[in-house]
């Protein structure tokens, strides 16, 4: 009996999944949430700034993994052989010359830009703009690989921000002082657990650098010093610090050191596998293969297709974030887009309704404090099942409003995070489940975007998968999906595909399993059910959509 670890961080939080490596069968699990950021901490909403403190990440590892341990049967931990990380991304940090994030220093342990930067950090929108301009310029257009548009959710752009908002607020003393290079979150845990920290040694996972860091084997690697100090001087020496060669997530980093398998609870036979994203991850739990086009569905969405290198040949497919050798299962092209918001879209118009709620009832003298409290939270639990339901009465050929779903930015196609959301056919008859649904078929026709950009360069898509929360959760964003796409769409059995498909990644890297393929037979859980399109509402959404898209090119030509 051998037991791997899957370890997901998403954007709240650390969960830990452990799983029998013959059978996909789960042992247990636990959630250990951030608790730095759940308080609010390095956070500025209003200037899309998102800071995590490593601190985090760390607490809830040793948190969730002897949580699932210990509600294993006696014995677990030492039949567990392997690890493997998934993470949000891009999320970097700049590191010392040992590997530390700077944040881990007393100088800068409450500094923001010392922190990792998560996702939806989008204060880079400058730089990204910059790189753009740059590439276009230079000899080789190092975005050709990653849709040919470069994204403030990246990399290069967070690191080149933090270093010049740290100039340019005089921070004492100056990261500048310390920064010798940076990692990505995924490419950390590994090194760390493993002792493989030194920055010129760590082993870099091929999905980062491939879909957010510019790498490619054509130009031997990273983007040349010459193009890094043409577009900022700040940036001289960071890639001699860093890294040429990638590998796929059935590689294998090493194992525990025994203070990590002390302070695990485990053993230092453990495996360590590369990391990636954890869309990426999710993909392959979900048992991803040529021709699935794997939906991530969250508070944001992460789309995920491999394809045979014969088949894309020399294709660039345009606007996408990326098309990357082995960044999924390794032999294949992996191509990735998504939305930046999503879920998020939802979880704003609850806020916008809940502020009377919270403000009026929080005030009232009409209630004493306990019924308060457990009115407001009832309230805040039923307000979008509610919503859903009443918009899903409501019939297609009555949904009169058009929305954007560019609250956050967008993603693909064509990152620009500038952009911002709309709703348009509002009157003074308009409801609230009246706009919840156009916001609902906003996100539905974000989606029909991408995939029709996929389908228009000749990739083949033969069935839709959908993982995450939403897909399991929430039957009417899931069916009018299928409605605006007029496509079926499976949904992934198991809940926690990310973090499944960190645990199938641990089995190749403790050797269970000679490929990821193989341990997708044995470990997978096929699927819970499918939702069938409607044809008459599609062909309804059909018209609605090309509303969408005028509308969404009034948006970006006249609104930024």
């Excluded at 204060?123 to 548009?149: C, F, M, P, Q, S």
């Excluded at 409290?373 to 805040?380: D, G, P, Q, S, Y």
Aim: glycine fraction near 8%; proline fraction near 5%.
């Amino acid at each position: 009996m051998k037991y791997v670890i899957g370890l997901d961080y998403g954007t709240d939080s650390c969960r830990a999944v452990i799983v029998n490596s013959a059978n996909g069968e789960e042992i247990a699990s636990a959630v250990h949430y951030y608790p730095r950021w759940m308080a609010g901490k390095y956070c500025r909403p209003q200037a899309n700034q998102y800071r995590q403190h490593p601190l985090d990440y760390l607490d809830t590892m040793e948190g969730a993994i002897k949580q699932a341990l210990s509600e294993s049967p006696a014995g677990t931990a030492e039949k567990v052989v392997g690890i493997a990380f998934d993470t949000t991304g891009s999320t970097p940090v700049l590191i010392d010359e040992t590997g530390l994030p700077l944040a881990l220093l007393p100088a800068f342990a409450e500094n923001p830009n010392a922190m990792f930067v998560l996702w939806k950090d989008h204060t880079a929108i400058r730089e990204a703009a910059e790189i753009n301009r740059l590439a276009k310029e230079w000899k080789i257009d190092y975005t050709a690989y990653e849709g040919g548009i470069y994204s403030s959710e990246w990399v290069w752009a967070k690191m080149l921000h933090v270093l010049r908002d740290d100039v340019k607020t005089g921070h004492a003393p100056s990261l500048l002082t310390k920064a010798y290079s940076w990692i990505e979150h995924c490419d950390w845990l590994p090194a760390l657990i493993t002792g493989n920290t030194a920055p010129e040694k760590i082993i870099r996972s091929r999905c980062a650098a491939g879909h957010k860091a510019l790498w490619h084997s054509t130009w031997n690697g990273l983007p040349s010093e010459e193009f890094l100090t043409a577009l900022d001087p700040l940036l001289t020496g960071f890639r001699a610090h860093l890294f040429e060669e990638t590998y796929p997530a059935d590689t294998r980093v090493g194992y525990l050191t025994e203070e990590w398998a002390k302070r695990l609870g485990l053993t230092t036979n453990v495996a360590v596998g590369v990391g990636a994203f954890d869309c990426h991850f999710g993909a392959v739990g979900a048992q991803i293969k040529p021709g699935a086009f794997v939906r991530v569905i969250g508070t944001s969405t992460c789309d995920i297709m491999v394809v045979p290198s014969e088949e894309i040949g020399d294709k660039l497919i345009p606007g996408i974030c990326g098309q990357v050798d082995g960044s999924v299962i390794p032999g294949l092209i992996g191509l990735e887009a998504g939305q930046s918001g999503f879920g998020d879209i939802y979880a704003w118009f609850k806020r916008v309704l809940e502020w009377p709620v919270d403000t009026i009832i929080g005030k009232s003298n009409l209630l004493d404090a306990a019924t308060k409290e457990k009115l407001i939270e009832e309230i805040a639990e039923n307000l979008i099942p509610e919503l859903s339901l009443a918009a899903e009465k409501i019939p297609v050929s009555e949904s009169t409003l058009i929305a954007t779903d560019w609250m956050n930015g967008r993603r693909t196609p064509d990152a620009n995070q500038l952009l911002k959301g709309t709703i348009t056919g509002l009157t003074l008859a308009s409801s609230a489940p009246l706009i919840f649904r156009a916001l609902v078929e906003a996100t539905a026709y974000g989606s029909k975007a991408i995939v029709d950009r996929f389908l228009e360069n000749g990739i083949e898509i033969k069935e839709v998968i959908g993982i995450g929360g939403i897909s399991l959760k929430s039957p009417f964003v899931m069916q009018t999906l299928a409605d605006v796409l007029g496509m079926p769409i499976k949904v992934a059995r198991i809940e926690q595909a990310c973090a499944f498909g960190a645990a199938m990644f641990a089995t190749v890297a403790a050797d269970v399993y000679a490929t990821v393929e193989e341990a997708q037979a044995a470990m997978g859980h096929g699927f819970a059910y499918e939702y069938i399109p409607n044809e008459e509402n599609h062909q309804l959404y059909l018209d609605l959509y090309k509303k969408y898209l005028t509308i969404g090119k009034f948006t970006e030509n006249q609104i930024i």
